[in-house]
Nanobody, 121 residues
Framework: QVQLVESGGGLVQAGGSLRLSCAAS????????LGWFRQAPGKEREFVAG????????RYADSVKGRFAISRDNAKNTFYLQMNSLKPEDTAVYYC??????????????WGQGTQVTVSS
């Protein structure tokens, strides 16, 4: 069993940056695929970014390419989402997730509780 806890959300002006963190406990996750998702009010949850267990395969949603970066630190059992050039349409609850098979395609096995990101115009 893996427990995931997000942090780093908040309120930021358009054009600003935030870094989300997701700390894992319960089991070392160096063999897990990891991902970030988001859900805006009235919308379905959507994939944002994913990184494979090796860190070699990384994928981003088209809407965040060039602005967001996913990374992982297996020694700290933590992974990150660096978000730059934020836009009001990035406003959502952001969730981290882990996949025990090590890849980044859905479905994921474990989910965090979510952290709110609000971008003001």
């Amino acid at each position: 069993q893996v427990q995931l806890v997000e942090s780093g959300g908040g309120l930021v002006q358009a054009g600003g940056s935030l870094r989300l963190s997701c700390a894992a406990s319960g089991r070392t996750f160096d063999s897990y695929g990891l991902g970030w998702f988001r859900q805006a009010p009235g919308k379905e949850r959507e994939f944002v970014a994913g990184i494979s267990w090796s860190g070699i395969r990384i994928r981003y949603a088209d809407s965040v390419k060039g602005r967001f970066a996913i990374s992982r630190d297996n020694a700290k059992n933590t992974f990150y989402l660096q978000m730059n050039s934020l836009k009001p349409e990035d406003t959502a609850v952001y969730y981290c997730a882990a996949k025990s098979t090590g890849e980044i395609v859905e479905p994921y096995d474990y989910w965090g509780q979510g952290t709110q990101v609000t971008v003001s115009s």
